[in-house]
């Protein structure tokens, strides 16, 4: 009997396990791959990442790529939306309210652009007989805080979408021989317009969200594309959305590469006797200058791994390099203070004449 009750046991409890399962629904957090703690940001670099990985044209041999692909979707609404992750973490996710649901193809549009021309081949492998609207090329300002950390940018445009109308329209229009025949053996061919006829079309202005990623490292002039984002073409296909990037100048860095540069007014007490100070870094981390020797105007200081990340490895950084200035006293020295300062240094006179641009 005892044997019994304790598979009996067992049953009930791997029974309540699934039913518990399959009432918490979906982990959304697994699906993307983050932790609870995630941010905004790390959700998207998520979803940007996975869903290039996931989109079913790319996985065309796996049954499961259409539900893995929707999966993703809900995970991304869910979790991007403040007042839906929390009802999700509280109550997960059959504690959602009903409403409506966004569509996955909105959201990955947003972050890539019109997926339909992006998987079905790029733009050099399109029928150069289809026409195409033009590309729209516009410069999109980030900072060196977002360059050092990484960033997503959201960006709203009106985006003109072609719709039906009522009537019909010419389409298609080209230049074709047409063969004429005058009299026995007597031919006349002339050139002329042949369209066909296509439904009316009018264009309307739709509000589109896209998200443009901010990548660490990104360098000045990089393009971000959005595939089928430019203008419209009523007879063909829409042209391409390039986001190009500016980095602002920074007050107090500046960037060569990966490396970063700044200056540092110190003292002439500072200069002469040594100094400790702290730099604000871009994202507020604190860099420890020490210095317990004499630092003359111009000296540098490198500090590795303190520089920006490199845009195709984000664990290798480049160097802070820190240049001192010197700050001489305003006040008139006095005799008896010169003659304090000769005795303290007991250095000689050195006055050198050389061609400094040039090297000594």
């Known amino acids: 009997m005892a044997v019994k009750g304790m598979k009996l046991c067992s049953v009930c409890w791997l029974f309540l396990y ?89 959201i990955f549009s947003s972050f890539f652009g019109d997926f339909g021309f992006m998987f079905g081949g790029n733009r050099q492998q399109q029928d150069k007989n289809i026409p195409r609207g033009n590309d729209i090329v516009l410069d999109l300002e980030v900072t060196l805080e977002e360059v050092y950390s990484g960033n997503f940018v959201e960006v709203v445009r009106n985006k003109p979408i072609a ?42 202005n739709e509000e589109r969200t896209l998200e443009v990623e901010i990548e660490q490292g990104v360098r000045d002039e990089m393009e971000y594309p959005f595939i089928g984002e430019g203008e419209p073409h009523i007879d063909g296909e829409p042209g391409d959305l390039r986001f190009r990037i500016k980095v602002l100048k920074h007050p107090m860095f500046e960037r060569r590469g990966d490396d970063l540069y700044t200056n540092v007014t110190i003292s002439l007490v500072e200069a002469l006797v040594g100094f400790e100070m702290d730099i604000s ?58 003659d304090g300062i000769r005795g303290i240094l007991k250095q000689t006179s050195v006055q050198n004449v050389y061609n400094g641009l040039q090297g000594y």
Request: glycine share 8%.
């Open 163 to 204: 719709k039906e109308a009522p009537g019909k329209r010419k389409c298609n229009c080209r230049q074709e021989m047409r063969t004429t025949q005058l009299g026995p053996g007597r031919f006349q061919m002339t050139q002329e317009v042949v369209c066909d006829e296509c439904p009316n079309i009018k264009l309307v």
């Open 18 to 106: 699934f039913v518990t399962a399959v009432l918490a629904g979906r982990d959304f957090y697994k699906i993307l791959g983050v932790t609870k703690s995630a941010t905004v940001k790390d959700i998207k670099k998520a979803y940007r990442k996975l869903a290039l990985q996931l989109h079913p044209d790319r996985n065309q041999d796996d049954p499961e790529a259409q539900d893995k692909f929707a999966d993703l979707g809900a995970a991304y609404e869910v979790l991007s939306d403040e007042e839906k992750r929390k009802q999700y973490d509280a109550y997960g996710e059959d504690g959602l309210k009903e409403g409506h649901q966004g569509s996955h193809n909105d």
């Open 281 to 338: 870094h871009l994202d507020g981390h604190q860099v420890h200058i020490v210095r317990d020797k004499i630092t003359k105007p111009g000296a540098r200081l490198w500090k590795k791994g303190e520089g920006l990340p490199n845009f195709d490895n984000i664990n290798i950084r480049g160097s802070l390099i820190v240049t001192f200035d010197v700050e001489f006293p305003q006040t008139q020295l006095d005799d008896q203070q010169k």
